[in-house]
């Protein structure tokens, strides 16, 4: 029980996951799919930054950090910037694959008039 | 959706909102270097002010103050920008996009060279992002079409 | 990092995914996937990471929501699940 309490955020993190990767394989609409990857995406994009975060540690940005004079900086003060940058870059990624996506439901829609996968089906046969 | 709903107040508080919008994306492309944002998101927010103005207004009022030519055009000059900046710092004799040889053409010490390069890199990348956002929204709301093609059903 | 702030938002991400694939209309699927990728970005912010959180509120909540509600209006609203 303890084991579950006191690891709480990423048991929430893997209920979230779950939830994207129901809908992307049980719904039947293409649009809720496409939610369900968005959801996904997100999910795992905050475990990775939740890795990054620390106790008392405040945003990575050096606060005067050109000008005065050059003091050192702790590692220990900041959190660690570099989850952040990996995921900035997925998430660039998941914008441009949710407009490629979206082009694509519109291109079967106008060819099928539908957007249920069990009826996209039944008129290709 | 567009163009079928005119409504006073709509458009007038997207009238008076768009300048703000832009100037805040221009402050984030401009402060990207040592603070947070940059050229991704401040294009991001340069490109939703214009998708704003289709949806307040419609799609042909957007296109009068930019068409689909100078959208296309902006597209590739940032892409320009960007691989440009990184060609001359390739031709003084460094690697690409290490702009601390830049010193030697801007005339200005070595850091300054390389916030001014970051910069330029930013405005090359923000230029980009907001012709691809405003492309995407008129693509998918048009049908491919770019004009006023919208109706229910 | 506050923890109660932690949980009270992973709750709200929580309810605001299930709502979004369970509900039967698309362009309420479209502004609660809106408010799920804002209570994201609120959560990496109290993370501390800014920037993502800032690349978040302008990509996911704003840009990529106006793109799923024009895909809507251009297709139908109508699903069965």
């Known amino acids: ?125 | ?153 | 990092m506050i923890w109660q702030l932690d949980l009270i938002l992973l709750i709200f991400v929580v309810i605001c995914a299930i709502a979004a694939i369970t509900v039967k209309d698309l362009l309420s699927s479209a502004v609660i996937l809106g408010a799920y990728s804002f209570f994201m970005c609120l959560l990496w912010v109290e993370m501390g990471s800014v920037d993502v959180g800032f690349t978040e509120a302008a990509v996911g909540a704003g840009v990529s929501t106006v793109f799923f509600v024009a895909a809507v209006y251009n297709t139908t609203r109508r699903t069965k699940d």
């Open chain 2, 1 to 153: 959706m567009i163009g079928q709903i005119e409504d006073v107040i709509i458009q007038t508080f997207c009238r008076l909102i768009i300048p703000f919008m832009q100037v805040f994306a221009l402050y984030v492309i401009a402060h990207g270097h040592h603070s947070p944002g940059g050229g991704f998101q401040g294009g991001c927010i340069l490109g939703a002010s214009f998708i704003l103005l289709c949806v307040a207004y419609d799609i042909g009022e957007a296109k009068g103050r930019m068409s689909e030519k100078l959208n296309v055009m902006l597209c590739s000059l940032g892409v320009i920008i960007f691989g440009g900046i990184g060609v001359v710092c390739l031709i003084l004799g460094a690697n690409y996009l290490d702009y601390g040889i830049l010193h030697k053409l801007l005339r200005v010490d070595v850091p300054q060279a390389r916030s001014l390069g970051i910069l330029g890199i930013e405005i090359g990348v923000g230029f980009a992002v907001m012709a691809a956002m405003i492309s995407i929204f008129l693509n998918l709301a048009s049908r491919g079409e770019h004009e006023e093609a919208i109706e229910w059903e």
């Open chain 1, 1 to 125: 029980m303890e084991f579950i309490i006191s690891k709480y955020n990423y048991w929430i993190y893997i209920t979230l996951m779950m939830v994207g990767f129901y809908a992307m394989i049980g719904k039947r609409n293409l649009v809720k799919k496409l939610v369900g990857m968005n959801i996904f995406q997100t999910a795992l994009i905050l475990y990775f930054i939740s890795t990054a975060a620390k106790k008392g540690a405040t945003i990575p940005i050096v606060a005067h950090g050109h000008g005065e004079a050059v003091h050192a900086v702790h590692a220990t003060q900041y959190v660690n910037p570099l989850p952040h940058v990996l995921m900035l870059t997925a998430i660039v990624v998941m914008v441009s694959t949710f407009g490629v996506a979206l082009a694509l439901i519109m291109m079967i829609y106008r060819r099928y008039k539908t957007l249920e996968e069990d009826e996209i089906l039944k008129a290709t046969k």
